[in-house]
T-cell receptor
């Protein structure tokens, strides 16, 4: 089954304790992205990757790191989480093509709900 | 500017009604317009997309873009309880370098 898999789905942590949210896709998509979704603010892009070893900042990159060493994986790293990073996080990968918008058709994971105390 | 405005709702309508969901935007560079549907506790999924102005129909769903007014709409005919979800509009410019800009989403409830 084609899917984007995120782990963990739920996490409660404390300020300053490094954590990684993993993301893996099995569709051979080149484009991958991380979003956070907050009430009243909607979906905002954190980082994206056009291909292996190519990453770039989105709209809200502060406090986050990413890496893209393999095509299928795009982990999100919070080196020193703070309470304002409490949010619902989505990883997405994209099928791109001539008959699609430039970003393509985004396939989202089921989300990772993070609480930082 | 990248702002996209979307009424958060909730919008509650009876089953079978025609639903109209709308977004307005300010960036005239946007050329691609999408609607994503998000069920509770799930990630968004692409419903429809249109390029530039015009209409696009897919079953019970019609997407409409009016670039002169910077206004896009999604119409749902014969609405069903299974259409209850949050609908997010999204848009981007032709270059693709800026990525997608999402609206905040409209929470739709179809009452049986």
């Amino acid at each position: 089954e084609a899917q984007v898999t995120q782990n963990p789905r739920y996490l409660i942590t404390v300020t300053g304790k490094k954590l990684t949210v993993t993301c893996s896709q099995n569709m051979n998509h080149e484009y991958m992205s991380w979003y956070r979704q907050d009430p009243g603010l909607g979906l905002r892009q954190i980082y994206y990757s056009m291909n292996v070893e190519v990453t770039d900042k989105g709209d809200v990159p502060e406090g986050y790191k990413v890496s893209r060493k393999e095509k299928r994986n795009f982990p999100l790293i919070l080196e020193s989480p703070s309470p304002n990073q409490t949010s619902l996080y989505f990883c997405a990968s994209s099928l791109r093509g001539d008959r699609l918008p430039p970003t393509g058709e985004l396939f989202f994971g089921e989300g990772s709900r993070l609480t930082v105390l | 500017q990248k702002e996209v405005e979307q009424d958060p709702g909730p919008l509650s309508v009876p089953e079978g009604a025609i639903v109209s969901l709308n977004c307005t935007y300010s960036n005239s560079a946007f050329q691609y317009f999408m609607w994503y549907r998000q069920y509770s506790r799930k990630g968004p999924e692409l419903l429809m997309y249109t390029y530039s102005s015009g209409n696009k129909e897919d079953g019970r769903f019609t997407a409409q873009v009016d670039k002169s007014s910077k206004y896009i709409s999604l119409f749902i005919r014969d609405s069903q309880p299974s259409d209850s979800a949050t609908y997010l509009c999204a848009m981007e410019s032709g270059g693709g370098a800026d990525g997608l800009t999402f609206g905040k989403g409209t929470h739709l409830i179809i009452q049986p």
